[in-house]
T-cell receptor, first 115, second 114 residues
C-alpha cells in the first residue's frame, strides 16, 4: 500500500459528460501529480500541484482541469468527455520540494471508460 | 530537456534466465533515477532508486540497477527471472530543479516463459 488513495476505482460514463476523480496523497506529501495511461500513449504527465498551487503542466487538455485543496487532496475534472479519454488515471504524491531524496508514490488508479 | 528512453518495447525471457532492461536518460544535471514496476491493472511500485553514491543500487524483488554517467544509462538487471516478474517496467528521471518533476519512459513489457 503506497498510502495514496484514489476514488473511484472504476468509472463508466457517456460521451459529453463530466467526471471528477479524487486523490488523497500520502500523509505529509505536498506534491500531487496526475498521469494518464492509455494503450497508445503510455504514461503521460498531466499536471502537478504543490501545496495548493499549480506547479507544472504537461499534456493536459483544456477540457481537463485540476485543483489541490487546503487539506492537500486533489481532484481532476474531465469534461466534454470523448471516447479517446478512456484510460487509467493515476495520482502520485511526493514529499516536499526541499527533500531531495524523494520519489513518487502512486495510487492504484481510476479506470475511466467513456461509452 | 529531460527525457527518458526505453528502447525495448517488449522483452520475452525464459524463467530462470537473466534479465536486463535498458534505460537511457537526458538530463543536464545529476539525475535522480528510478525504476518502477506495474502489474496488470495495478499502480506503479518503486523497485529501486539512485540519488548519489554507489552506482550499483539494489532494489526489491532481487532487482538491481547500475548508473553509468558516461553512457547516460540506468539499466535494470535481475540474475534469475521468476514468472511473477512478468509486468510493465518504467524507468524515470526526477528533476529537482523544475519542482520535483518525474519523467517516465514509455515502458518495457516483460513476458516470462515457463
Amino acid at each position: 500500500d503506497s498510502g495514496v488513495t484514489q476514488t473511484p476505482k472504476h468509472l463508466i460514463t457517456a460521451t459529453g459528460q463530466r467526471v471528477t476523480l479524487r486523490c488523497s496523497p500520502r500523509s505529509g506529501d505536498l506534491s500531487v501529480y496526475w498521469y494518464q495511461q492509455s494503450l497508445d500513449q503510455g504514461l503521460q504527465f498531466l499536471i502537478q500541484y504543490y501545496n495548493g498551487e499549480e506547479r507544472a503542466k504537461g499534456n493536459i487538455l483544456e477540457r481537463f482541469s485540476a485543483q489541490q485543496f487546503p487539506d492537500l487532496h486533489s481532484e481532476l475534472n474531465l469534461s466534454s468527455l470523448e471516447l479517446g479519454d478512456s484510460a487509467l488515471y493515476f495520482c502520485a504524491s511526493s514529499s516536499p520540494l526541499d527533500t531531495l531524496n524523494t520519489e513518487a508514490f502512486f495510487g492504484q488508479g481510476t479506470r475511466l471508460t467513456v461509452v | 530537456a529531460q527525457s527518458v528512453t526505453q528502447p525495448d518495447i517488449h522483452i520475452t525471457v525464459s524463467e530462470g534466465a537473466s534479465l536486463e532492461l535498458r534505460c537511457n536518460y537526458s538530463y543536464g544535471a545529476t539525475p535522480y533515477l528510478f525504476w518502477y514496476v506495474q502489474s496488470p491493472g495495478q499502480g506503479l511500485q518503486l523497485l529501486l532508486k539512485y540519488f548519489s553514491g554507489d552506482t550499483l543500487v539494489q532494489g526489491i524483488k532481487g532487482f538491481e540497477a547500475e548508473f553509468k554517467r558516461s553512457q547516460s544509462s540506468f539499466n535494470l538487471r535481475k540474475p534469475s527471472v521468476h514468472w511473477s516478474d512478468a509486468a510493465e517496467y518504467f524507468c524515470a528521471v526526477g528533476a529537482g530543479n523544475t519542482g520535483n518533476q518525474f519523467y517516465f519512459g514509455t515502458g518495457t513489457s516483460l513476458t516470462v516463459i515457463p
